[in-house]
């Protein structure tokens, strides 16, 4: 009896442990579970998904073990043979109260959901520096204000070019799509914000420290879809700068088609 009972529970176990470990070795390595952010809008969304993470469960224990308790505690060898248990249909209290409680729980996480929403993606006007990152089949680019551009392309290996940053800088970003819709997602960082061609839209982020972080293209995008990974490096200023410098020297050495002469005709 005993061990009929320890089956469903054990294969119960093996799944819910395959299903975390199959989401935690994905490609680039992304933990969907508790990413540790490090930028405010990334703290922001830890907090909402916490937020309504720890109630949910709290519930789903509540409903499980309620019903658990029903289950044993009423079962038919326990009750008279003919036994009918009281009748609630059409209870008004219960009817009214069954159907509140669920709504304010959906109207609470909307709105908090909302909030976090309004405050994470709005095109913001105090930033300290702005890039435009464009999303293409398969990869992305990231548009500094002095015209420089990472060219970050899609790999299976995942060790793309990184976009790199200056650390507690508050940096607007502006997504566009060439092509498809794309999504840019590093999940420390920000929530997914999509690059759709000809409309834009905006985030920001501000990163707290220095160090690379991962993320990923969470828009299914044609069949290079799962090379689009996303590296964003932060530095500190000074390392920022050099490594700007670098890419202006870079730039300048190997002026680019267009900025060349034009050939003299014949
Ligand atoms: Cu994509």
Known sequence: MVARARAPITTLGLAAAAFLLSSCSGLGSISPIFPTPVSPNGQDIYNLYIWI????IIIFIGVEAALLWVVLRYRRSKQP???V???IHGHNGLEVAWTLAPLVVVLAISAY???V???DFQPINNQQMSVIVSGHQFGWDYRYENGIVVHQEGTLAGDVTPFVLPVNTLVKLQFQGTDVIHSWWVPAISGKTDAVPGYDNYSWLKISQPGTWRGECAELCGAGHSTMQIIVQAMDQTDYDQWMQAQLAAMNASPSPSSSPSPTPS
């Open 85 to 87: 248990p009281p009748q």
């Open 117 to 119: 929403l309004l405050k």
């Open 81 to 83: 043979v003919g036994y």
């Open 53 to 56: 993470s720890i109630p949910a």
């Open 113 to 115: 959901s909302f909030a």
